[in-house]
């Protein structure tokens, strides 16, 4: 019973996040469609099953959201923006720490680099300026952060007891930082 219940959950994610995909679109000129693109997708790992792939995938979306917080740091021109992208760098070394800590722990290997797609969005965001940059970071953050609460809550209810432990204090943070995001992106006209 428990579980066609997690496997009806399951299939509801990924049918949502496969509605919601490619949502993220910029009005700001750019022509390669990977500006487009947001964090490696999450939809297809029950999380709960595999801590390997939790547990690289966290890796991943915390090396997104330090790369591009430094690219806010330098190219945001609204303070609060740029302090944001501060708080980014600065909580997701410390969260980047403890996973390191947990891979270690669990013998896995964590990717020293993102992957090319991700990468690939960095650069073209690092061709914004002004408020076209603040507009798509703070929009790419608010919806990072729903996809990164959707990883977090899936692997606060795995079985590992490192994982869950792991996961259920990195959802307060990522909790906080979607709650800051979405109130900056309200307070902020573009």
Avoid at 18 to 29: H, L, P, V, Y
Avoid at 144 to 169: E, M, P, Q, Y
Avoid at 172 to 185: C, W
């Amino acid at each position: 019973m428990k579980t066609k219940h997690l496997t009806v959950i399951f299939s509801l994610v990924v049918l949502a996040f496969a509605a919601c995909r490619n949502t993220d679109k910029i009005n700001a000129g750019a022509t390669d469609s990977s500006i487009e693109q947001s964090m490696t997708d999450t939809t297809a790992i029950n999380r709960g099953a595999d801590p390997a792939a939790f547990i690289k995938e966290a890796a991943i979306a915390g090396i997104m959201e330090i790369e591009l917080g430094k690219v806010a740091m330098e190219k945001a021109t609204n303070a609060k923006i740029k302090k944001f992208g501060e708080k980014m760098v600065k909580d997701h070394s410390n969260i980047a720490a403890d996973l390191k800590t947990l891979a270690d722990s669990k013998k896995i290997t964590l990717p020293a680099t993102l992957p090319s797609a991700d990468q690939q969005h960095i650069e073209e965001m690092k061709k914004l300026s002004g408020k076209a940059f603040d507009k798509h970071y703070m929009e790419m953050m608010e919806k990072d952060h729903v996809k990164a609460l959707d990883l977090f809550k899936s692997a606060a209810v795995s079985g590992d007891v490192k994982i869950r432990n792991f996961a259920s204090k990195t959802l307060r943070v990522v909790e906080r930082h979607f709650k800051l995001a979405g109130e900056i992106n309200a307070g902020t006209t573009y």
